[in-house]
């Protein structure tokens, strides 16, 4: 089969996106990590399949599925990316794009300056919505890792995060410590792990050790996990604007009862084509 696709990335996080409105698509897991391949296929951290909604009130639905092949909930920056992508092969004319995806819904407004800004939905804190196993309620939760203690916060965005306060934002603890707590056997479904360095009230940086990817240059999810998690810790003011590797994101969030807004750009790179 022939696949037509489109190559897209959001500060870096990068997407390979097909049109799964115009004509049917199925991947299974091995065509998927096939494809995500760096060497071997296209090469993306998320693979984002745009499909017709199953909801009449909605515009689309789409899928996303991370370069191991596993489906997850929410992608932050695939969202702005998801946007772009259907006004661009002119899918919609609508510039508010309401869409459902595993989490739930999201509504995209796209600005006229490009940028995208996203209604993520409501956080949530408890253990349970990640899941992550814990002995009850705190805010704060200790995890060993290799002897060392870290105290993180969970925070549900749809897909699960683990939210670490540092002062050091240092390769050692992203690429030592990423990867046994996004595998740690507290996450059952395993879980995105954010290093969270806070710059003032309303400017931090942030590193994300990605589930079932590894580090990625930018993760809007992430983005939006970290500030709630330093809102709710009493360090971060509504608005933050968050410095990622691969570019910034500004998340605000005014507390429980309200969605997080993620405002930021989405860029094309290339079309292209491959036999699957
Ligand atoms: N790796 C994530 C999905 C992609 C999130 C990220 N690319 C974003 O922009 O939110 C997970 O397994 O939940």
């Known amino acids: 089969m022939l696949l037509k696709f489109t190559k897209m990335h959001g500060l870096g996080n990068d997407f390979v996106v097909v049109d799964a409105v115009s004509r049917k698509v199925y991947f299974n897991k091995a065509q998927i990590e096939r494809l995500g391949d760096r060497n071997r296929g296209i090469g993306f951290d998320q693979l984002l399949i745009v499909e017709p909604p199953s909801n009449p009130d909605m515009d689309f639905r789409y899928r996303i599925y991370n370069c191991d092949g596993s489906e997850v909930e929410h992608c932050g920056n695939g969202a702005r990316c998801f946007a772009k992508f259907v006004l661009d092969r002119e899918l919609t004319h609508k510039r508010v794009i309401d869409v459902e995806t595993k989490r739930g819904q999201i509504q995209l407004k796209v600005q006229d300056d490009g940028q995208v800004c996203v209604d993520m939905g409501e956080p949530s804190f408890v253990p349970e919505d990640l899941p992550f196993v814990a002995p009850g309620l705190a805010d704060l939760y200790p995890i060993d890792v290799a002897g060392e203690t870290y105290e993180l916060t969970p925070v549900s965005v749809g897909n699960p995060h683990a939210v670490i306060r540092v002062d050091d934002l240092n390769d050692d603890i992203v690429e030592g410590v990423g990867p046994i707590v996004e595998?740690?056997?507290?996450?059952?479904?395993?879980?995105?792990?954010?290093?969270?360095?806070?710059?003032?009230?309303?400017e931090v940086n942030l590193r994300v050790y990605e589930r079932g990817v590894g580090e990625t240059?930018?993760?809007?999810?992430?983005?939006?996990?970290?500030?709630?998690a330093g809102i709710k810790q009493g360090w971060l003011a509504e608005e933050v604007l968050v410095h990622?590797?691969?570019g910034d994101l500004r998340i605000a969030w005014q507390g429980p009862g309200h969605s997080i807004q993620m405002t930021g750009p989405a860029e094309k790179v290339f079309e292209g084509q491959i036999y699957l």
């Open 217 to 228: 240059q930018a993760c809007g999810t992430g983005a939006c996990a970290a500030v709630v």
């Open 183 to 202: 595998g740690h056997e507290r996450f059952p479904n395993n879980v995105n792990v954010g290093f969270l360095q806070v710059l003032s009230a309303d």
């Open 244 to 246: 990622l590797p691969g």
